[in-house]
């Protein structure tokens, strides 16, 4: 069982950077790959970035390539994204999500939910 807890959301200005942490508890965080989602009213949870278990590869939906990077430190059990250049539309709820298998961009292969955290970017 894995916990996780997302915080770092809030108000920025478009242009300006957030960074999100996932916090996580439970045993298999260092074997789980890692993955960032968001989902505005009325659309489908959509893919962000992953990033495998050890941290040494990533991947990012083409919306966000180049402004947001995901990383992991193990020791603390904790995933990051930081979010750079950011746009009005990526104004949206965050979550982070844990998966046994990698790379995955279907919301499918996600054991483990965050609560997730509210990004609002205005313009």
């Known amino acids: 069982q894995v916990q996780l807890v997302e915080s770092g959301g809030g108000l920025a200005q478009a242009g300006g950077s957030l960074r999100l942490s996932c916090a996580a508890s439970?045993?298999?965080?260092?074997?789980?790959?890692m993955g960032w989602f968001r989902q505005t009213p009325g659309k489908e949870r959509e893919f962000v970035a992953h990033?495998?278990?050890?941290?040494?590869?990533?991947g990012y939906a083409d919306s966000v390539k180049g402004r947001f990077t995901i990383s992991r430190d193990n020791a603390k059990n904790t995933v990051y994204l930081q979010m750079n250049s950011l746009k009005s539309e990526d104004t949206a709820v965050y979550y982070c999500?844990?998966?046994?298998?990698?790379?995955?961009?279907?919301?499918?292969?996600?054991?483990?939910w965050g609560q997730g955290t509210q990004v609002t970017v205005s313009s």
């Open positions: 999500a844990a998966a046994f298998v990698y790379p995955e961009v279907r919301t499918a292969a996600y054991i483990y």
């Open positions: 439970g045993r298999t965080f260092s074997r789980n790959a």
């Open positions: 990033i495998n278990s050890s941290g040494s590869r990533t």
